[in-house]
Structure formats: structure tokens, C-alpha cells
């Protein structure tokens, strides 16, 4: 699958920079909560828009934009990736990923190749519990090994978790924060229900923001700087 879709610019996806947000369709995860769903159960109902012509419009944003965010669906899952980022770093642009982290073989071979500058990987729950994300299996070591990369990288990371009732609580942000101790950033951001892709996930009544802001203090003890957005 290649490029789906296309949005404009904006600061928030993309930390200090301003950035148009791309979309790749297709996942290798259905997440219940996911807030992207048509991408994932139905990214052909979506065309492919056209490298040659995408690129060129981005060179001509060149003077108002600093960088591109590569999201989904999941983007790591493109063949043609690592070549078309490739021609935006010619374009002297920033690329920032959004993944789930279940492909560290092109996570490895992008920060390999200095085609990434900021890097983005969700922490959906806990890890025993991320089959319950796919009928179709998830290898959770390729999750870890892409985490350990991360942790090893000189890129821009930040870890990222949304406070999804019944998935996240203390005792998955003690887990992964034993996992991800000494990591620059971790995101904690609000849930919000109205997308998302089953119907009784639609229907979670949101944490509080008081118990957001107590998740978040929690993971202070484990990495360097906390955040939190949509709150």
C-alpha cells in the first residue's frame, strides 16, 4: 500500500516543525480503539496518490514546511518506504514515523540510513495482552526489538501511550516503564471514543483527566521528561 491520503500542516504531529501529514493505509494490527479505522479495515477503498506528483507538491511547499509525518494505518508497512523517503530527505525535509513498532526491520534499516529524524512508537497495553489486538497473531519480540532500537537511537524518540480504558491502567505504565527506563519521552494522551473502530470501544466513557494526569506522574519515576495531550 502507498500514500492514502494527504492533510496539510501542522505543528503538533511534528514537535518544533512544520509538517504535512501523510497516510499510509493498512495495518498489521485492529486495534478495538483504533481512531483511524477505515484505513485499517479498508485502506482499498482509498486510492494510491501518485509519488512523482505527491512529491512535487511537497517541493513546493518546501518554503512553509520543515518537515513530513509519515502515519496510518501503518506506514512501515509500504514496499516502497524507505525509496520514498529517501526522495523527501533529498527534498532537505524532516521525516517524522508514527508506528506500532511490529516491523523493527525497516525501523532499523531507516535510523541505518539517517531517513528518519524523530521517531514515534505507540505502547497500546500490556504486552501479554497485544494478541488481543490482531486475530491474526502479533509478534511482541519484533515490538521489543524495535524498542530497544529506539532506546539506542541518536534520533528524536518519544514512546506513546493513549489512556484507553480497560487497556491502559498502572500496572501496564509500571511495565513498560520498567522496559523503557531512562528514555527521553514518554506521551500520555487522552482517548477519544467517537472513532473508533469497534462499536463497544465507541462506547468507553473516557478517563478523567485526574487519572490521565496520575498515569503520567506514575511514568515520571521512569523516564526523562513526561507529556500530555488532549486533555
Not at 497516510?23 to 483504533?34: D, R
Not at 511495565?175 to 462506547?203: D, K, M, P, T
Not at 466513557?205 to 495531550?229: K, N
Request: aromatic fraction near 8%; proline fraction near 5%.
Amino acid at each position: 500500500m502507498g500514500v492514502k491520503g494527504f492533510q496539510g500542516t501542522s505543528l503538533l504531529d511534528y514537535p518544533g516543525r512544520v509538517a504535512s501529514l501523510l497516510f499510509w493505509g493498512g495495518c498489521n494490527l485492529t486495534c478495538p480503539f483504533c481512531h483511524n479505522p477505515a484505513l485499517v479495515l479498508e485502506p482499498g477503498a482509498y486510492p494510491d496518490l501518485d509519488s512523482d506528483q505527491l512529491l512535487g507538491e511537497l517541493a513546493s511547499r518546501r518554503p512553509f514546511i520543515d518537515g513530513v509525518v509519515l502515519s496510518g494505518g501503518e506506514p512501515s508497512l509500504g514496499d516502497d518506504l524507505l525509496e520514498f523517503v529517501k526522495r523527501l530527505k533529498e527534498l532537505g525535509l524532516g521525516v517524522k514515523l508514527d508506528t506500532n513498532g511490529l516491523m523493527p526491520e525497516v525501523i532499523d534499516a531507516l535510523l541505518e540510513r539517517k531517513l528518519v529524524d524523530y521517531l514515534a512508537i505507540d505502547l497500546k497495553t500490556s504486552l501479554v495482552r497485544y494478541p488481543e489486538l490482531h486475530q491474526g497473531g502479533v509478534d511482541t519480540a519484533a515490538l521489543l526489538k524495535s524498542v530497544e532500537l529506539a532506546l539506542r537511537s541518536s534520533v528524536q524518540v518519544e514512546y506513546r501511550t493513549t489512556c484507553v480504558p480497560g487497556w491502559i491502567d498502572e500496572a501496564v505504565v509500571t511495565e513498560w516503564g520498567e522496559r523503557i527506563r531512562g528514555a527521553a519521552l514518554w506521551v500520555f494522551q487522552q482517548y477519544h471514543a467517537e472513532h473508533a473502530l469497534a462499536e463497544n470501544a465507541r462506547s468507553l466513557p473516557c478517563y478523567s483527566a485526574d487519572r490521565v494526569r496520575g498515569l503520567a506522574e506514575l511514568a515520571r519515576g521512569y523516564v526523562e521528561e513526561v507529556r500530555m495531550r488532549g486533555l
